[in-house]
């Protein structure tokens, strides 16, 4: 082949850092944000926290930046340049409109052409709650261990034994069960060479601390399995018939329960049918992690980002102020900067570029983190415009929703809408649920309309929830029922949506 010259005309978005990092903080979830923060706090000094309440402050460094655009608009910059391959590579195929932008001189001054005065928190809220934080409840809670070691104190164990207890106590896992076996522990205990003498001892010894472990509150905690656990529960009740078949299930046919065969079940135990289901009652009632009520409640907090308020006959959507982030710029270390002149000699000047680039690097990052809230704030609004009858009626009104007539709406990328949706929760009248609940696929009808995948759903835990206890609906039944409703749902598709809601099986809802 012979060489030869030619011309070929392209384009390829070329993402500043700025936009880089506006992309990256739109995706992270509340906590994640609050990470990334203190990280930002530590690094950057033009950075620090608001504790006067008063949000995100951009006069300083909005000011600053005005005065030097002119002169020196390209030396902050420079710092942050990278290659227009790498950072097509790191763009991942996304265009400018993903975050709602045109132009790509909106993004180099760090927001849009509206013009934004910060996010400040209302005046209700600037009282003495302000820097409660909800997580910091768990900071006092008692965790399972000190509440064994506790009761331990009471207890008048040798110190030997006391020992093997606590040893015990830090070998259970968040539920209360051993997280090893005893023969597990007693060979960490012991050298490899121990003899069968010194094993038989320690082992003897930790039968004896687990029998103490066991008697401790809570009941059943220190169980090897579920099996034992239960027992351990049903031993501390009353002598009764139906306790004595319910030991006996637990202890060899929990299995049989769960699939609720009655005529085994008595066959096995020789009880009769009422006998069996005071038996079933009784172990209903018992805690199969107990240690549940000691696990750490921020794993079950969610704290919502966006809260929707009736306003007349709308609803409208306002920003939880609690999650809100209190940043500003340090106005000492940015008029100290903007009086002092670049001073002369090559190591001065890029000492002064480069905290010249982390002022800019703090404005960029506070600017992002509103743009980023406003982001939230816009597609959670348009959401709740689409599903205004979810908040009247609840989730049987939802209405058929996806990405793209969000992302039309607003005009921005689909990508976008996706980032939004996902981590991040919306406090409503009949709960918190994330962005992405309020989206779902369509299903016909036969007046030809559409029917929303969430309703749908909906109508299913309805027909369970009045369902026979003794004639539980199988999937069947439930797709014929929804298409005398007009919705036309296969059973495979009805299956998919009961698991979806973990909803057992009919024969396993069967009540004995």
């Given at each position: 082949?012979?060489?030869?010259?030619?011309?070929?005309?392209?384009?390829?978005?070329?993402?500043?850092?700025?936009?880089?990092?506006?992309?990256?903080?739109?995706?992270?979830?509340?906590?994640?944000?609050?990470?990334?923060?203190?990280?930002?706090?530590?690094?950057?000094?033009?950075?620090?926290?608001?504790?006067?309440?008063?949000?995100?402050?951009?006069?300083?460094?909005?000011?600053?930046?005005?005065?030097?655009?002119?002169?020196?608009?390209?030396?902050?910059?420079?710092?942050?340049?990278?290659?227009?391959?790498?950072?097509?590579?790191?763009?991942?195929?996304l265009d400018s409109a993903e975050l709602g932008t045109t132009e790509r001189d909106d993004w180099e001054n760090g927001t849009e052409r509206d013009d934004?005065?910060?996010?400040?928190?209302?005046?209700?809220?600037?009282?003495?709650?302000?820097?409660?934080?909800?997580?910091?409840?768990?900071?006092?809670?008692?965790?399972?261990?000190?509440?064994?070691?506790?009761?331990?104190?009471?207890?008048?164990?040798?110190?030997?034994?006391?020992?093997?207890?606590?040893?015990?106590?830090?070998?259970?896992?968040?539920?209360?069960?051993?997280?090893?076996?005893?023969?597990?522990?007693?060979?960490?205990?012991?050298?490899?060479?121990?003899?069968?003498?010194?094993?038989?001892?320690?082992?003897?010894?930790?039968?004896?601390?687990?029998?103490?472990?066991?008697?401790?509150?809570?009941?059943?905690?220190?169980?090897?399995?579920?099996?034992?656990?239960?027992?351990?529960?049903?031993?501390?009740?009353?002598?009764?018939?139906?306790?004595?078949?319910?030991?006996?299930?637990?202890?060899?046919?929990?299995?049989?329960?769960?699939?609720?065969?009655?005529?085994?079940?008595?066959?096995?135990?020789?009880?009769?049918?009422?006998?069996?289901?005071?038996?079933?009652?009784?172990?209903?009632?018992?805690?199969?992690?107990?240690?549940?009520?000691?696990?750490?409640?921020?794993?079950?907090?969610?704290?919502?980002?966006?809260?929707?308020?009736?306003?007349?006959?709308?609803?409208?959507?306002?920003?939880?102020?609690?999650?809100?982030?209190?940043?500003?710029?340090?106005?000492?270390?940015?008029?100290?900067?903007?009086?002092?002149?670049?001073?002369?000699?090559?190591?001065?000047?890029?000492?002064?570029?480069?905290?010249?680039?982390?002022?800019?690097?703090?404005?960029?990052?506070?600017?992002?983190?509103?743009?980023?809230?406003?982001?939230?704030?816009?597609?959670?609004?348009?959401?709740?415009?689409?599903?205004?009858?979810?908040?009247?009626?609840?989730?049987?009104?939802?209405?058929?929703?996806?990405?793209?007539?969000?992302?039309?709406?607003?005009?921005?990328?689909?990508?976008?809408?996706?980032?939004?949706?996902?981590?991040?929760?919306?406090?409503?009248?009949?709960?918190?649920?994330?962005?992405?609940?309020?989206?779902?696929?369509?299903?016909?009808?036969?007046?030809?309309?559409?029917?929303?995948?969430?309703?749908?759903?909906?109508?299913?835990?309805?027909?369970?929830?009045?369902?026979?206890?003794?004639?539980?609906?199988?999937?069947?039944?439930?797709?014929?029922?929804?298409?005398?409703?007009?919705?036309?749902?296969?059973?495979?598709?009805?299956?998919?949506?009961?698991?979806?809601?973990?909803?057992?099986?009919?024969?396993?809802?069967?009540?004995?």
């Amino acid at each position: 082949m012979k060489p030869s010259l030619q011309f070929r005309l392209s384009q390829h978005l070329a993402l500043t850092p700025q936009l880089q990092q506006s992309i990256r903080l739109l995706q992270l979830s509340t906590l994640e944000l609050h990470q990334e923060i203190e990280q930002m706090l530590e690094q950057n000094p033009f950075l620090e926290p608001d504790d006067d309440g008063g949000g995100l402050d951009l006069a300083a460094a909005t000011e600053y930046e005005r005065q030097r655009n002119d002169s020196s608009a390209g030396e902050s910059e420079a710092a942050f340049k990278e290659s227009p391959e790498s950072s097509e590579a790191e763009s991942g195929g996304l265009d400018s409109a993903e975050l709602g932008t045109t132009e790509r001189d909106d993004w180099e001054n760090g927001t849009e052409r509206d013009d934004f005065d910060g996010i400040r928190e209302t005046p209700s809220r600037q009282n003495d709650d302000d820097d409660f934080d909800p997580l910091e409840r768990n900071s006092v809670a008692v965790s399972l261990q000190d509440h064994l070691r506790e009761q331990l104190r009471g207890t008048r164990l040798s110190e030997a034994d006391m020992a093997v207890v606590e040893m015990l106590i830090e070998s259970l896992n968040e539920d209360g069960y051993l997280a090893d076996s005893l023969e597990d522990i007693a060979a960490s205990l012991l050298p490899e060479d121990a003899d069968e003498e010194s094993r038989e001892e320690v082992l003897s010894r930790l039968r004896c601390g687990l029998s103490w472990l066991q008697n401790l509150e809570p009941v059943g905690v220190g169980a090897a399995n579920l099996s034992e656990c239960l027992v351990l529960q049903l031993k501390t009740m009353t002598p009764c018939p139906e306790r004595e078949v319910a030991i006996q299930i637990c202890q060899h046919h929990l299995e049989l329960l769960a699939r609720r065969d009655v005529k085994k079940l008595m066959a096995v135990t020789g009880a009769d049918e009422e006998l069996l289901k005071y038996a079933q009652g009784l172990i209903v009632t018992l805690e199969p992690k107990p240690g549940r009520q000691f696990s750490p409640a921020e794993s079950n907090i969610i704290v919502p980002d966006v809260i929707v308020q009736k306003s007349g006959r709308s609803w409208k959507v306002v920003l939880n102020q609690d999650v809100m982030p209190k940043l500003r710029i340090n106005d000492l270390y940015a008029q100290a900067l903007r009086q002092s002149r670049a001073p002369r000699g090559a190591s001065a000047s890029e000492g002064h570029a480069a905290m010249s680039s982390r002022l800019q690097e703090a404005r960029w990052f506070v600017k992002n983190i509103q743009q980023r809230f406003d982001t939230i704030l816009r597609v959670s609004q348009a959401i709740v415009d689409r599903q205004k009858n979810f908040f009247t009626h609840g989730e049987i009104a939802m209405k058929p929703l996806v990405l793209r007539e969000i992302a039309d709406e607003l005009g921005l990328h689909e990508s976008t809408i996706s980032r939004v949706t996902t981590a991040k929760y919306m406090s409503t009248p009949f709960g918190t649920f994330e962005l992405k609940y309020f989206f779902g696929s369509s299903l016909n009808t036969e007046t030809g309309g559409n029917a929303s995948s969430t309703a749908v759903r909906a109508l299913i835990k309805q027909l369970v929830s009045a369902e026979d206890p003794k004639k539980p609906l199988s999937d069947s039944q439930l797709s014929q029922m929804l298409e005398e409703q007009g919705i036309q749902v296969a059973r495979r598709t009805v299956a998919k949506y009961r698991e979806a809601l973990k909803i057992a099986p009919a024969n396993l809802r069967k009540a004995l």
